[in-house]
């Protein structure tokens, strides 16, 4: 049996009729960019999360950008954030000029918030919080170190759609949630696509002016802005998936709790779940002192896995000028080493989870 690490055209053919009928429409329709397809979603997408504004944005980087760019937050600011991030996080903070400055993740892969204080300088000026695999951060913790502080507090949930703290959805605590719509993602798009969310009217209102070129009425141009428009296409094919989340994350559930339930837990260390935080599982990542070997013996067998992420961003050649060296976060560079994620996707049959659990616990 080959079982790849993901298999997206199987979330696509789960609602292959409801996808394509809705394709059909928006051909038909005549309007491709930001139009009603792009505002429904909006406004379903900003219910679903329970905020009052979502602006759909053309990727989940651009959603990061923008966030930081419309709180002000640039040279000379210094933005808090974990180590073993997906480098998009950190990109989202220097494209507007700003100094990321590493925080070393708790045992569930997210921002360790006992150590946010230490790193706190004069410079700082907002927290990025990135709810890291699905599962939601410390939000308890973090909003009460940045309110003792004056900071901002952005959300990454690029991974962590429908993910709660406390009862309370992810994106909703901070001023800005930022979302990414790509494929592989829980809620995802087939293209690119992304959004930010929050209670601010004037923040939704920026970033609505921003995406289109800096303007509200047509040719008439307030501020230098941007192209990140969202499209018709990927709006209506999102509001279809949207629809259906609940019993996608209910699919997802359960192939990790029997992941949870069969999976030896000796021989690898399993994924935790934080009190009070659910786990919407975008990936479901295991530790190994032997993963390469592991990784291989996986390959092997026919099955894919992937690193999220093999190389963190502070060793990153593109993040050479921070001058990190290898041993300055050894909390963040130790999952670097040790971190597998094993395949999971929508669609994904019993007898490939089955064949997943027999072979690891083989090995
Ligand atoms: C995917 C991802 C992003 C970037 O989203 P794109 O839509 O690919 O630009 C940002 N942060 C995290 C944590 C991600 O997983």
Request: charged share 30%; proline share 2%.
């Amino acid at each position: 049996m080959k079982v790849m690490a993901n298999t997206l055209d199987r979330g696509f053919f789960m609602y292959q009729e409801e996808f394509e009928k809705k394709a059909l429409e928006v051909l038909r329709s005549g309007w491709y960019v930001l139009g009603k397809e792009v505002s429904s979603f909006e406004e379903e997408f900003a219910e679903y999360v329970g905020c009052k504004h979502c602006v759909g944005l053309a990727s989940g980087l651009d959603a990061l950008w923008i966030a930081f760019r419309l709180l002000g937050i640039g040279a000379g600011d210094e933005v808090l954030v974990q180590g073993n991030t997906y480098i998009a996080s950190v990109m989202g903070i220097t494209m507007n000029g700003a100094t990321p400055v590493f925080v070393e993740p708790d045992e569930y892969y997210n921002l360790d918030a006992s150590r946010l204080e230490e790193k706190i300088t004069e410079r700082t000026r907002a927290v990025l919080a990135v709810h890291l695999y699905g599962q939601a951060s410390n939000m308890e913790e973090i909003m009460e170190v940045a309110k003792r502080h004056n900071l901002r507090v952005v959300e990454d949930c690029a991974q962590s759609h429908g993910a709660k703290f406390d009862g309370r959805m992810t994106g909703t605590f901070g001023d800005i949630g930022c979302f990414s719509f790509y494929p592989s993602k829980n809620l995802g798009a087939f293209g690119d696509a992304g959004a930010i969310v929050t209670n601010d009217e004037k923040i939704a209102e920026d970033a609505r002016i921003f995406r289109n070129y800096g303007s509200e009425k047509r040719y008439y141009n307030k501020v230098i802005g941007a192209n990140s428009r969202l499209d018709e296409m990927q709006a209506g094919l999102l509001r279809v998936r949207l629809r259906h989340m609940e019993e996608l994350e209910t699919q997802k559930r359960g192939i990790c709790e029997r992941y949870l339930r069969e999976l030896d837990g000796e021989k690898f260390l399993l994924p935790r779940i934080r009190e009070g935080a659910t786990h919407i599982w975008h990936q479901f990542v295991i530790r190994s002192d032997r993963r390469d070997e592991l990784m291989k013996y996986l390959r092997d067998q026919d099955i894919g896995t992937l690193i999220h992420y093999p190389i963190p961003p502070h060793l990153s050649e593109a993040y050479r000028y921070l001058g990190f060296r290898k041993g300055d976060l050894p909390v963040t560079e130790k999952y670097a080493d040790t971190v597998l994620s094993l395949p999971l996707f929508y669609g994904m049959t019993e007898e490939e989870q089955s064949y997943v659990i027999e072979c690891m616990n083989r090995f």
